[in-house]
C-alpha cells in the first residue's frame, strides 16, 4: 500500500493528445495529479472527466498536470475525450500496470458478485515525484474540488 510521503511509482503508458507516451518521470519538477477511473463513458467516469475539464485552468495556473488514468485503450480515450472536450490526457493502461503498482486495481464487489476492478482512485503527487495526498476509494460528487484545495496547499508551501 502506498503512503503519503513515498516516492510515486513511475510509469509510461500510452496517452491522448499530443504527446503519443507519457512517463511520470519527464513531468518532475511540477505537481501532478493521477486519478484512476473505472471506464470511459460511464456516469460517473464522465461526471469525473468533466470536473477535471471545467477546472483545469486552476489546476493549470498552479503549474499542476493532470492524468486520468483507466484500463481502456486509446480509441476509447480519444471518443471518450472529443466527447467531453476534454483538455488533458487521458493514459491507457490495458495491462493494469499502473493501476497495481498505485493499489487501484483491486476485488470489488457488487450485488453480490465479485470481480477485480479499478477502485476510483487519486493520487497528488509533488514537483519531487512524492505522493503528497492519496484519495482511496474516491466519491465523485465534489471531489475535484478538494483535489484542487490540496493542490494550492501544495504549491502555497513550495512556492
Known sequence: MLSVGDVAPDFCLPATGD?????????RG???????YPKDATPGCTTQAQDFRDNLEAFQAL????LGISPDGIPSH?????????????????????ANLYGAWQLKKNFGREYMGIVR????????????????????????????????QLVGHHA
Open 19 to 27: 504527446k503519443k507516451t507519457i512517463c511520470l518521470k519527464d513531468l
Open 30 to 36: 511540477k505537481p501532478v495529479v493521477v486519478y484512476f
Open 63 to 66: 503549474g499542476v498536470q493532470v
Open 78 to 98: 480519444e471518443r471518450f475525450a472529443e466527447r467531453q472536450e476534454l483538455n488533458f490526457p487521458l493514459l491507457a493502461d490495458e495491462d493494469k500496470e499502473a
Open 121 to 152: 482512485s487519486t493520487f497528488l503527487i509533488d514537483s519531487e515525484g512524492k505522493l503528497h495526498h492519496i484519495w482511496p476509494k474516491v466519491r465523485v460528487k465534489g471531489h475535484v474540488l478538494e483535489v484542487l484545495d490540496h493542490a494550492r
